[in-house]
C-alpha cells in the first residue's frame, strides 16, 4: 500500500475548509487570512458539538476491538504517523487520518474489509443525509484515493428518530445506516477541480467580493455573517417578514437597502408592505378590528403559561426518543378578574428521573378549571402536552381539554395585527417585549430558553457543587417567571392599542 504522509506541516486543505469553500469563497479566505474575524465558539455551538461527539462515540461500539487515533486536532504529522502503524493490523480505526493531494481528511470510522479493502463510516447528529454530508464524505474519498487506500463502500450512520429507549441504548439501533457510494462515486469527479478553483482563492493576496445571499445561511449559518452584514442600516431589506423568495437579497443586489426606501411598485406580500409603510412613517401599524376580534377571545380567570425542555440526541429517560422535548419546568400567572394582582405558580423538575410525570401533576393542580391558557407560540406548548399525554394516558383528557383552551398571544404580531418598525421583521417575544414596553432580558444570566435547557442539563446531569446548582435553579426560576410575566406586559399594551 503506497499511502503518503507528503505534509510535515499543516495541509491545505482540510475537511472542514472544503466544506467552508462550497458555501463561500469569502468564508474560505477569511479562514485563511483573517482568522480574527471568526468569533470565538459560543456555548451554544459548542452543545452541538459535544452532543455529536456523545453520536459519534456511541457509533464507535459497534466496531469493538477499535484503535482510536487519539492525537490533539492541530497536530496532523502525528495523527497521520499514528494512523500508518494502525494500517497493517487490519481493525477499525477512529479518527483515521491522512493527507494527500493538498487535502487532510480524518475519517470518523474506517472499517476493513476483505484483504486490502476499507469502508468509510461517516457518522452524522443529524436525522437525515443531507447533501452537505455527501460532499464532506466525497472530499474523504478524494484524500483517501490519492493517498492509496482503497475505498469499498461509503456509509452514512445518522440517528434514527423512531428509536425508543428502553434500558441502556441499542447503538445498532439508534442508527439509520445508509449506503451513500453511488451518490459519492457522482460528486467524487467534481472534487480535484473544486480543490485547485480553492487553492487559487486561498493563495489570493485579496479577499474575494462576494456578495452576501442565500450562502450565508446555507447549509450552515456563516460565523462571518455579522462582519459581512455590517454595512446594512437599521430596518433594513432583510428584515423583511418571511422572506422565502429573497426579496431581500434582491433589493440589496439593487443597491436598496432600507426599507423605507423600497419602491411603491416593488411586489411584496401584505405583510412586508406594512414593514415598508411603518418604516416610512415610523409608527405602529395597528388593525384595531382584528385586535378587537382577538382580545375578546381572552376569558378570565386569565393563565398565562410557558414551558422550558430538554432535548438531547441520545434520550436520557425510558420511553423518549432521540430530540424529544422532555418539559422539566414551566411558570404559571394567574389572574382572575379585570385589574387583579397575578398569582405565581411554578414547577422545577430535582433529580435525575423523569421530570415529566411530575411535571404533569404539578400542572394539573396549577391550572383552574376554566379560564384562557395565555401562551406564546402555541405550537411549542401544546406539543409538549400532547406528547406527555401520549407517554401518560391518565393525562391524555385533561390535556385535550387544556389545549382547546389555548390563545396563542403570538398572533397578533406574527399575523401584523400590530405591527412596530423596531419588532425588525421578528414576533418573537424577544423581540416585540422591549419594542411594546422598554423591558427585556438583559438584566438576567440566563436570556433564552437555549441557555436553559443547556443550564438545566449542566446542573442536573453533570457533577456541580450543591452552591451552583441552587444557584443557576434560582436563574432558571427568574427567567422562565419573565416569560410569562412578559406576556402580562404584552397583553396590557395591546388592549391600550383599542381602549
Known sequence: MNTSTESRSAPSISKSTFLQGLQCPKLLWNAYHAKHLFPKVDDATQAVFDQANAVEALAKRM??????????????????????????????IFEASFAANGGYARADILNPVGQDEWDIVEVKSTTRVKDVHLSDLAFQVWVYAAAGLKIRRCFICCVNNDYVKEGEIDAERFFDHHDVSAEVREILGFITAQVRTMETVIASAECPKVPIGKQCSSPFDCPLKDHCWSFLPPRNVLELYCDTKGRGFDLVSRGILRLADIPADYTLSERQTIQRKVAISGQPHVSRIKLERFLAELKYPLH????????????????????????????LHLVREVGAAPE?????????????????????????????????NAA??????????????????????????MLDLMIPFRGFQFYHPDQCGSASIKSVLPTLTGKDYKGLEIQEGGMASREFFRVTFTDVDASERARVREELDRYCCQDTEAMLWILEILRAQVS
Not at 85 to 92: H, I, K, N, S
Not at 349 to 356: H, S
Request: charged share 30%; proline share 9%; aromatic share 12%.
Open 63 to 92: 466496531f469493538p476491538n477499535g484503535i482510536e487515533i487519539a492525537t490533539d486536532p492541530s497536530d496532523f504529522e502525528r495523527a497521520i504517523r499514528l494512523t500508518q502503524e494502525a494500517l497493517p493490523l487490519r481493525r477499525p
Open 304 to 331: 398565562f403559561l410557558d414551558f422550558e425542555s430538554l432535548a438531547t440526541a441520545i434520550p436520557i429517560f425510558d420511553g423518549t426518543r432521540p430530540y424529544e422535548q422532555i418539559p422539566f419546568q414551566f411558570s
Open 344 to 376: 405565581h405558580r411554578k414547577f422545577l423538575a430535582e433529580g435525575r428521573n423523569d421530570p415529566r410525570p411530575e411535571f404533569m401533576r404539578q400542572l394539573v393542580s396549577a391550572v383552574e378549571s376554566d379560564g384562557s391558557i395565555v401562551v406564546y
Open 380 to 405: 411549542f406548548e401544546k406539543g409538549r402536552l400532547r406528547e406527555c399525554a401520549e407517554a401518560f394516558p391518565q393525562f391524555a383528557g385533561w390535556a385535550d381539554a387544556v389545549i382547546d383552551r
